[in-house]
Every structure is written in structure tokens, then in C-alpha cells.
């Protein structure tokens, strides 16, 4: 049990467009959502938190106009990345608890995302 | 702040093979030191944890023990096998900081036969 997904697993995009990663809970309700952001060969770093049915927390430094979080029911967050840069080009992550407070993290296999 | 600090990889052993990766953290307060593995094309699993001071966590054969003294969390297994093969990410989590994990860099492991 326990499972999360990611779609795409990969996903490669023109600059300037926008492109949208969704995180699943398959099998239990995930009341808090968590977004992270890899470099190669770098620690994840938490992008942003996000409860259903509130708008996310967003981390010191991270644009939340450019990285759009919906978390709007138990088993769907989504992340958008407006107008993409290459500099935005990263390994995405996400994890899923299944209440809030200091419940295990489950976490989602990740996105490559490849901005030309 | 928070910071954890991981050995670089990749660590390469043969089958049966001792496996120690260091693991120093940085933080204030007294954080939750956590050990995630990562196998190829999946997400990372929570592999054993500690919430105190001297509490040793283990699983699957590993086991990592909360040094405060040392401010560390190496993890250790005895005999390693090739399905250990991954990328071990060393974490923390601290007090009043809600479920917030700050990540070290990982190690990747091969196990050859």
C-alpha cells in the first residue's frame, strides 16, 4: 500500500510554454502533498507544501507564480510550470501523507523535465 | 538551518561485502534522522528511522543509530546483496518544522557479484 505516481515520467517542452506534472495517491487519501526539486547530483530541495482544498505554502525563494500548485481533491496535486525556461529544466518530485502533522512521506517516482 | 551531509558515491562492493555511508547533520533543536532508498525507476521508501538521541533504527538488515554527540547517522549492513543496489538519501526532520525533510545528496550503491 501506499503507492504514488507521477505522469509524465518525462517530459521535454519548447520555451515559453507551460507544462503541467501531475502526483497521485493510488491507494490511500493524501491530505498533504509535498513538492521537491532535484539537480543532478544535489539533495532535494522542498518546493512547496500543499493541503487539499488550501493553497500551497511555497518555500523561501521559490516563484509561486511560476510553479502553480492545485491540490484540489485527496489523491491529485498537480504542478504547473509556467512560461518554462531551461534554467527550469530539473528532476520534480512529489510525496503524499496521509495526514498532516509528522505522518511518513510517500514518495512519487519523479519527473524529468527537459525545457529547450 | 538545516543541512545534512552524505558521502559521495557511487560506492561499489562485492556481494556479502560490509557497507558503511556516512551521514553528518546540522540542525538546531533535536531533529528525526531518516534514511531513504531509492531503487532504480521507483519513488524513495522510507527504509529505517530514529527520533531520539542513542535510538537505532533497522530494517531489511541495515541499521543506522542517532549520534548526537557526533551529530551523525551512518548507516550500516552487514552483508550487502546485489537487490541493495539504490541511492540511500540521508534526511532530517526537526522539531517545529512540521513534516519538513531536508535531504542530503544520496550515495549510490552497486553491489557486484
Known amino acids: 500500500g501506499a503507492v504514488v505516481s507521477q505522469h509524465p515520467s518525462r517530459v521535454i517542452c519548447k520555451s515559453g510554454t507551460s507544462v503541467k506534472i501531475e502526483c497521485r495517491s493510488l491507494?490511500?487519501?493524501?491530505?498533504?502533498m509535498f513538492w521537491y526539486r532535484q539537480f543532478p547530483k544535489q539533495s532535494l530541495m522542498l518546493m512547496a507544501t500543499?493541503?487539499?482544498?488550501?493553497?500551497?505554502?511555497?518555500e523561501q525563494g521559490v516563484e509561486k507564480d511560476k510553479f502553480l500548485i492545485n491540490h484540489a481533491s485527496l489523491t491529485l496535486s498537480t504542478l504547473t510550470v509556467t512560461s518554462a525556461h531551461p534554467e527550469d529544466s530539473s528532476f520534480y518530485i512529489c510525496?503524499?501523507?496521509?495526514?498532516?502533522?509528522?505522518?511518513?512521506?510517500?514518495f512519487g517516482p519523479g519527473t524529468r523535465l527537459t525545457v529547450l | 538551518g538545516n543541512s545534512v551531509t552524505q558521502m559521495e558515491g557511487p560506492v561499489t562492493l562485492s556481494e556479502e561485502a560490509f557497507l558503511t555511508i556516512n551521514c553528518t547533520y546540522t540542525?538546531?533543536?533535536?531533529?528525526?534522522l531518516f534514511w531513504y532508498v531509492q531503487y532504480p525507476g521507483e519513488g524513495l521508501q522510507l527504509l529505517l528511522k530514529?527520533?531520539?538521541?542513542?535510538d537505532k533504527g533497522s530494517n531489511k538488515g541495515f541499521e543506522a543509530t542517532y549520534r548526537k554527540e557526533t551529530t551523525s547517522f551512518h548507516l550500516e549492513k552487514g552483508s550487502v546483496q546485489v537487490s541493495d543496489s539504490a541511492v540511500y538519501f540521508c534526511?532530517?526532520?526537526?522539531?517545529?518544522?512540521?513534516?519538513?525533510?531536508?535531504f542530503g545528496t544520496g550515495t549510490q550503491l552497486k553491489v557486484e557479484l
Open positions: 510525496s503524499a501523507s496521509r495526514q498532516g502533522g509528522l505522518d511518513t512521506q510517500y
Open positions: 491507494d490511500f487519501q493524501a491530505t498533504t
Open positions: 500543499s493541503n487539499e482544498g488550501s493553497k500551497a505554502t511555497y
Open positions: 540542525a538546531t533543536g533535536y531533529p528525526s
Open positions: 530514529a527520533t531520539k538521541a542513542d
Open positions: 534526511a532530517l526532520r526537526n522539531t517545529g518544522g512540521g513534516n519538513k525533510l531536508t
